[in-house]
């Protein structure tokens, strides 16, 4: 008769059909601490039942770049009381190897693995959850940082990654960007349990792709007709740097685009209202090594991190400065969307 326990044995039967390897992943850990496994956060927190954050994402191809290497970007903006702050390696029997930040221990927010796959995201809209001011699900589902583990650790292309997406339920709005070291790339979005998908797109069929905090594909527009202000800003600033300067980049000029401030770039200190950079990543997708900075690129370091872990000098801990500054309230309003 424990509600949790029924809870958690509902739970375990969605977890045995889509991600059987997770449960095995947090039942080793709870034996080895020595609790209940139906105990551990993590279930309840990545499924979605039916009953605000922000993030910047770019690809840019070598046709645009001039660059040799597929160049990813990745700036997460959240607040630093609900987050892992946890940058892991991991390499599991059985599944592909990756590297890529933490949610809840076992989940990822984004990563590279050693296919030669890459995934980063960003939340559609108002994100869906269950702290204060987030936005109820309109569907059950998975949230993200499982379907992302699952991309790491299951697909090796685009296509398996598209998949996988289309055939599990997800409760989350989000939008993802999926580049591999073939040269293709795609987009795929998730609102309210519909999802849309772009073309795979191969190597030079397109030019580099921004997702920010709302739907950008034709078909997903309607759904979600309005964007918050500081989302589209930062679409159009990202968009219009990538554009000028065709031919011109490389990982040094990614690092740059990535530590400029809003409105310039995406960088921002509003961590009390869970808008503050909590790290950015430039990702080599075809040499497999990634750029990171712990905290906002303002003022803090950046570091290399590769997928082969026997190249790595990497610390345990890194210190990082997060600066807190109070956001103007029109940062969040709501705006139609272009030609909506």
């Known amino acids: ?45 990545s499924w979605l039942d039916n009953h605000t954050g922000a993030c910047s994402q770019f690809a840019i191809l070598p046709a645009h770049s001039g660059y040799d290497d597929i160049l990813c ?32 221990l076992f989940g990822r927010t984004e990563g590279i693995n050693d296919k030669g796959l890459c995934i980063t995201s960003s939340s559609a809209g108002i994100p869906v959850g269950t702290l204060p001011g987030m936005r109820r699900p309109k569907t059950d589902g998975f949230h993200f940082w499982v379907i992302i583990r699952a991309i790491l650790d299951q697909c090796q292309n685009v296509a398996e990654a598209a998949d996988l997406i289309r055939d599990t339920p997800m409760g989350c709005n989000f939008s993802f960007i999926l580049t591999h070291t073939n040269g293709q790339s795609m987009k795929a979005e998730v609102f309210n349990g519909k999802k849309a998908f772009s073309p795979i797109y ?35 600033a990202l968009t219009t740097r990538i554009e000028s300067n065709r031919h011109h980049i490389d990982p040094h000029w990614c690092r740059r685009l990535l530590s400029l401030k809003y409105p310039q770039g995406p960088v921002c200190h509003f961590y009390e209202a869970a808008f503050g950079t909590l790290w950015s990543m430039m990702i080599n997708v075809s040499k497999g090594w990634i750029d990171v900075c712990f905290g906002t ?44």
């Open 1 to 45: 008769n424990n509600p949790r326990a029924r809870a958690f044995s509902r739970l375990k039967s969605k977890y045995e059909q889509y991600f059987p390897s997770i449960l095995e992943e947090v039942q080793g850990l709870a034996d080895v601490l020595g609790v209940p496994v139906e105990k551990a956060i993590y279930w309840f927190e």
């Open 73 to 104: 970007g990745r700036s997460y903006e959240f607040s630093p009381r609900f987050d892992d702050l946890r940058l892991s390696s991991t390499r599991v029997n059985g599944a592909n190897a990756h590297i890529g930040f933490s949610s809840l």
């Open 202 to 236: 191969g190597p030079g069929e397109v030019p580099y792709l921004v997702e920010t905090n709302h739907l950008t594909l034709d078909h997903m527009t309607a759904l979600e007709p309005h964007a918050m202000r500081h989302s589209l800003t930062r679409h159009q």
């Open 297 to 340: 690129p303002l003022c803090n370091p950046w570091h290399r991190v590769f997928l082969d872990p026997s190249k790595n000098t990497v610390d345990p801990v890194y210190p990082c400065t997060l600066p807190a500054e109070t956001p103007d309230p029109g940062l969040f309003e709501a705006m139609a969307m272009p030609g909506g």
